[in-house]
């Protein structure tokens, strides 16, 4: 997928709610839904959305369906963030300057 996509993919803000719900383990559409204020058609589109992106890939077990994170996508967007990450390292470092000093 091209980084645009993904982009437009991660734009949603329901969608990177369910991507950092599946960071720590698997989980089912119920749990998604009662994790969201989401219905469970909505949970289930973004689920399609998030899969034909490649973020998240699908187990069946018995009768659920487990859905877990794939993070490798995301590598690209990093990657491209990556020469950017200068502008906001050293704000952070001058944040934390102005805080020690007003500490002491």
């Known amino acids: 997928m091209n980084k645009d996509k993904l982009f437009e993919v991660l734009a949603e803000p329901n969608r990177r709610r369910m991507l950092d719900y599946l960071r720590f383990r698997e989980r089912t559409v119920g749990e998604l839904v009662a994790l969201s204020s989401l219905s469970q058609p909505g949970v289930s589109k973004h689920l399609r959305i998030l899969r034909e992106a490649n973020l998240v890939s699908v187990r069946k077990e018995a009768q ?30 001058d944040l934390e300057n102005a805080l020690d000093e007003e500490r002491e």
């Open 64 to 93: 659920n369906h487990l859905y877990r994170l794939n993070a490798e996508p995301l590598q690209e967007i990093a990657d491209w963030f990556e020469p950017y990450r200068q502008f906001w390292s050293s704000k952070l470092d």
